[in-house]
């Protein structure tokens, strides 16, 4: 396992992610959610970060194709979605941005609830794997494409609580 982001750089990449979306929304009232268990650690310190009113939402998504091994689109599991989100600004908070697909298929799940505006917050853009048009409004970091782990990010459901971000070599993953 190789390190890619340190503690220290994680600090320092998230604090420059939270600058840009305070100034980005001004004090206005804000509500983060969080897509998927792998968001929880950056969520957790945006919250911290930020100083404006806040509402937290946390969304699963299930692929339609339940049963099957092949995955089907994603669907917001809007019974987990506490609060009305009409009328409000959203920022969609993801872990990693790689073919781009969840956030395309999630944003406009989110858009036909009415919010005000709907923005995107990603811990890591994969370098040279987006499949989509659409890019993330905000980004702590641009990696390379390899296989990352730590801060959130697992790989059969171990390495998620690292404190940092590390690639895992091949032998490591079966590869």
């Given at each position: 396992m190789k390190v890619l982001l340190n503690e220290e750089q994680l600090r320092a990449g998230i604090a420059r992610l939270a600058e840009q979306v305070r100034q980005h929304y001004a004090g206005r009232p804000l509500t983060l959610v969080g897509v998927m268990v792998g968001s929880i650690m950056l969520l957790a310190d945006l919250v911290r970060l930020l100083d404006m009113p806040l509402r937290v939402e946390l969304i699963q998504s299930r692929g339609a194709n339940k049963g099957t091994?092949?995955?089907?689109?994603?669907?917001?599991?809007?019974?987990?979605?506490?609060?009305?989100?009409?009328?409000?600004?959203?920022?969609?908070?993801?872990?990693?941005?790689?073919?781009?697909?969840?956030?395309?298929?999630?944003?406009?799940?989110?858009?036909?609830?009415?919010?005000?505006?709907?923005?995107?917050?990603?811990?890591?853009?994969?370098?040279?794997?987006?499949?989509?048009?659409?890019?993330?409004?905000?980004?702590?970091?641009?990696?390379?494409?390899?296989?990352v782990v730590g801060y959130g990010l697992d790989y059969n459901d171990r390495?998620?609580?690292?404190?940092?971000?590390?690639?895992?070599?091949?032998?490591?993953?079966?590869?």
């Open positions: 091994k092949r995955p089907g689109p994603l669907v917001i599991d809007l019974e987990l979605l506490m609060s009305d989100i009409r009328g409000r600004s959203v920022l969609l908070v993801d872990d990693l941005f790689a073919t781009g697909q969840t956030l395309w298929e999630l944003v406009p799940q989110l858009d036909e609830l009415g919010p005000a505006s709907v923005r995107t917050a990603v811990l890591l853009r994969k370098q040279g794997r987006q499949q989509v048009s659409l890019q993330p409004d905000f980004v702590a970091f641009d990696i390379s494409d390899v296989f390495y998620r609580n690292l404190p940092y971000i590390a690639e895992l070599e091949p032998q490591e993953t079966g590869g």
